[in-house]
């Protein structure tokens, strides 16, 4: 794909996360209850509204397959001519309890790349784009990695799900602290990658993600200069993986705290 129709993607995507960003907002006053995926992941009726109209316009605009949290894969979608990957709200705890922490995620993938990555966070009108090549930026303009030179702590948001262990997670929250690192979780890991490539945080790391939440941050990262490792290897894609970013100073560093078999960290 040309990057003529590439930059149109990314306007089309940008102003799709926006207009989700701003209808998750409107509706979040009047919430039906919560539906409980888990005893810590939930769903509302405005994570569905918003996939659906994600979905609407990508079909209508391209016509192209959506992986999306709430509807799942359309059938038939193998990537080769392009998929979207879509979290309609990444947060939905904090959108659920009035927090600001929560974001639109989407991406678009060509033969197992990462082409585009566009994250809105509506509380904080904060809107994250980037381009296979051509960098990366938060609302217009460019961003990069912290590169470490605020010449302090370096901060790591640690994600956490059910599908890893609480020992796990506190094991590598020991890991870190003993490595003279500190550590914050906010409840979005989109967030805790775009946080990542604009300097915020200086690393990001969950023992399992889903794609839906990652792949847009990843891209962001890799973007902004910084270091990832390659999520999408094997079914990374279908069923999540270890997400491990960083700015590039710590990438030895935080892989040496992951046991082997952790996840894949093969540089991308």
Known sequence: MNLHELAGRQRFAEALAVRAGKLALEMRSTLAPAEAKSAIDFCTEADRAVEQLVRGEIAAAYGEPVLGEEYGQDAGADGSAGLWVVDPIDGTTEYIHGSGRWCVSLAFLRDGAIELGVIYEPVGNRLFSACAGQGASMNGDPIQVSRLEHRAVPVIEVGWSERRSLDAYCDLLHMLVASRMEFRRRGSGALGLADVACG????????????WDAVAGILLVREAGGWTNDF???????????????????????AALLPANSGRLQPY
């Open 200 to 211: 915020v945080n200086d690393g990001y790391v969950e023992l399992h993600i889903n794609s």
């Open 232 to 254: 999408l290897a094997g079914n990374g894609l279908t069923e999540g993986n270890l997400i491990l970013a960083a700015t590039p100073e710590l990438h030895q560093p935080l």
